[in-house]
């Protein structure tokens, strides 16, 4: 029978015997528990040291001796010789000492796991009986994939525990784009402050006593301003709680992370930025526009609409080599665009309105830019939408059949 506990290394005495392969994946392992390691071989391979060197390990360059397993708290034994290991193990049980045999794990005093980490929750995997690495290896593989899912349960119970705040990048919607850290610190969230765009159906799959706090804004529309979302996530953070601030896109594109990350360091309270997929590169891609491609665009000028039309913008229109990326320009792109012409912009470079990118209800409206105000209105425009001005957003850059269809409804408008 076999007993997993759960055992800290850190600051512990582990000896390693031979200097092989098997050393060396574990050799990693232990180091990142922050064992004190010894190595014991008469060689190295090249992996092991390398590692030897990088981490400044002593290494005894000789074959084991009894008195090399002396105040071990573990012992890993992997020389590649049966009869060796067996006697490394048989001097570790004179002194009581656990004992991992690579050559033949189940007459060791101990085995490793096959072990996945989440955050502050470790979960291993070994056999009762016998020794099926690649058993093992199987099972881990699915308790990774369920953990980094999102949909177990990671949350602690905390009583006097200091709180934090994570600004996590939601995407442009699907929850199969959020990054394995968002879904391992939603899992673990007391509180999520959400946007209203972003990949807000994940909210579904939080614990019904998760507090979720909805901030989202509408253009023209600010019922929370981000003042009060700064106080919303100091305060909870002081109250001892774990809070994901859920954010669209991604949190320092035109998110205002940087404000809430300031807010968070001024109040003292433990911030960190986990980056999303941003709209301005996924939503064109998902109507099959890339922002640069080679021999038409070599870079991506990103601005928002809100803000009006500065020089740089207008250099970047006029390059035919620039692809202008347009966030939250709807209801300013009338403006943009006539300023765009007067400044002598052709009105034959391209430009695509993607609507909705990722979802459903995705729409693309392809037109140029001297039309595109009408042909806006005509499609009945509406945010969220991405606006796309360059050569990359002609209908036939990657997707010819396309531009018969484009064309057609441009003569139908």
């Not at 990142?32 to 005894?60: F, G, K, M, N, T």
């Not at 669209?248 to 109040?267: I, M, Q």
């Not at 850059?397 to 484009?406: C, D, I, K, N, S």
């Amino acid at each position: 029978m076999t007993t997993m506990l759960g055992v800290s290394l850190d600051g512990r005495l582990v000896v390693l015997v031979g200097g092989g392969s098997v050393t060396a994946r574990r050799l990693r392992r232990f180091l990142d528990e922050r064992a004190s390691v010894r190595v014991v071989a008469p060689e190295l391979s090249p992996e092991v040291a390398q590692l030897v060197a990088d981490h400044d390990i002593p290494w005894s360059a000789r074959p084991v001796a009894e008195g090399d397993v002396d105040g071990a708290w573990l012992v890993h034994t992997a020389t590649g010789d049966p009869e060796v290991d067996a006697l490394v193990v048989s001097w570790c049980e004179a002194r009581r000492t656990f004992c991992v045999n690579s050559s033949d794990g189940a007459h060791g005093s101990a085995r490793m796991t096959s072990q996945t980490r989440a955050g502050d929750v470790l979960v291993g995997v070994t056999s009762d009986s016998g020794v099926d690495p690649r058993r093992t290896a199987r099972v881990n593989s699915s308790v990774r994939e369920l953990l980094e899912s999102g949909r177990v349960p990671l949350r602690r119970v905390r009583e006097t525990a200091a709180g934090s705040v994570a600004l996590v990048g939601g995407g442009p919607g699907p929850v199969d784009l959020l990054t394995l850290r968002s879904r391992r610190l939603l899992a673990e969230a007391d509180v999520v402050v959400a946007d209203r765009l972003g990949a807000t159906s994940v909210l579904d799959e939080l614990d019904p006593d998760v507090e979720i706090v909805h901030v989202g804004k509408a253009p023209g529309h600010h019922p929370v301003p981000q003042d009060e979302i700064n106080a919303i996530l100091v305060a909870h953070a002081r109250a001892g709680k774990r809070v994901v601030r859920l954010k669209g896109g991604d949190p320092f594109v035109y998110g205002r992370g940087g404000e809430e990350v300031s807010a968070c360091l001024e109040a003292g309270v433990p911030v960190e930025v986990v980056p999303g997929v941003s709209s301005s590169v996924s939503v064109p891609q998902a109507a099959g526009i890339p922002v640069t491609h080679r021999g038409v665009a070599s870079s991506v000028h990103i601005i928002n609409g809100q803000s009006g039309v500065s020089d740089a913008t207008l250099a970047s229109l006029e390059d035919r080599s620039v692809t202008t990326v347009v966030l939250m320009g709807v209801k300013a792109f009338g403006a943009i665009a006539h300023e765009a012409l007067s400044a002598g912009v052709p009105g034959d470079r391209p430009v695509a309105f993607v609507e909705s990118g990722h979802t459903e209800n995705q729409r693309t409206t392809r037109t140029t830019l001297a039309h595109a105000v009408a042909d806006a209105q005509h499609a009945g425009v509406r945010n969220p939408a991405v606006i796309v001005i360059g050569e990359v957003a002609r209908p036939d850059l990657l997707l010819p059949a396309h531009a018969q269809t484009a064309a057609h409804e441009r003569a139908a408008g």
